[in-house]
T-cell receptor, first 112, second 111 residues
C-alpha cells in the first residue's frame, strides 16, 4: 500500500546512539530521505541516500539501506538533547517527478 | 539564502471565510510543493508545480482548495470556504533537483 512505516517513539540517554528505523514500499524509489522536525518548525533535510548505496555517513549521522528488505535506518551517534525532535523518513515514488511519501515520524526523546 | 518563505505563520479564521496562504520558493528552484500536516493523516502532498505549471493536483482534497503559481517566485493556496476540518499546518517546499526544502509552515485554525 501507500504506507511508509516507522516506529512512533524512541527514548535514549544523552551520549548513547539512537537508531531510527523505517520500511518503505516502492522498490524502484531512487532516493530515500531523512528529515528532522523540531516543535513549531518546518522539516529540515538531514540527509538522503541514493538507492544504489548501502551506507552513507555524514558526521554523527549514518544511514543504512537494505534494498532487499526495503529497510532504511538512521543512526545518530553521541545523541544530544538538541537531537530531540520528530524524524521522518521519505521515499520518492516513481512516476516522473520527485514525489515524496513520508512516514508518520518517530519522536526521539533524549534524556540525561 | 532566506530559504522558503511562507506567510502568514499563523491564521485563525471562522468557518466559511476565505483563507489565502502564500509561499516564496528559494530563488532558482523550479519545483514547488504544497503539503498539509495533521495528527491524523501526517504529511500529505496537495499539489506540485514544475516551472509554474501544476503537474499533480491529485492530493487536493476538494474543490474548495485551489492553488496558483503566477510566477517563479510566488505561489498561493486558497481555501474557500474554509471548514474546521481544514485546520492543519500547511507547508510549502521547493526544489531544483532531488532535495526538497521546506518552509516554516502556516498553522491554520478554522473555528
Amino acid at each position: 500500500g501507500e504506507d511508509v512505516e516507522q516506529s512512533l517513539f524512541l527514548s535514549v540517554r544523552e551520549g548513547d546512539s539512537s537508531v531510527i528505523n523505517c520500511t518503505y514500499t516502492d522498490s524502484s524509489s531512487t532516493y530515500l530521505y531523512w528529515y528532522k522536525q523540531e516543535p513549531g518548525a518546518g522539516l529540515q533535510l538531514l540527509t538522503y541516500i541514493f538507492s544504489n548505496m548501502d551506507m552513507k555517513q555524514d558526521q554523527r549521522l549514518t544511514v543504512l539501506l537494505n534494498k532487499k528488505d526495503k529497510h532504511l535506518s538512521l543512526r545518530i551517534a553521541d545523541t544530544q538533547t538538541g537531537d530531540s525532535a520528530i524524524y521522518f523518513c521519505a521515499e520518492n515514488r516513481s512516476g516522473g517527478y520527485n514525489k515524496l511519501i513520508f512516514g508518520a515520524g518517530t519522536r526521539l526523546a533524549v534524556h540525561p | 539564502d532566506a530559504g522558503v518563505i511562507q506567510s502568514p505563520r499563523h491564521e485563525v479564521t471562522e468557518m466559511g471565510q476565505e483563507v489565502t496562504l502564500r509561499c516564496k520558493p528559494i530563488s532558482g528552484h523550479n519545483s514547488l510543493f504544497w503539503y498539509r500536516q495533521t495528527m491524523m493523516r501526517g504529511l500529505e502532498l496537495l499539489i506540485y508545480f514544475n516551472n509554474n505549471v501544476p503537474i499533480d493536483d491529485s492530493g487536493m482534497p476538494e474543490d474548495r482548495f485551489s492553488a496558483k503559481m503566477p510566477n517563479a517566485s510566488f505561489s498561493t493556496l486558497k481555501i474557500q470556504p474554509s471548514e474546521p476540518r481544514d485546520s492543519a499546518v500547511y507547508f510549502c517546499a521547493s526544489s531544483f533537483s532531488n532535495e526538497q526544502f521546506f518552509g516554516p509552515g502556516t498553522r491554520l485554525t478554522v473555528l
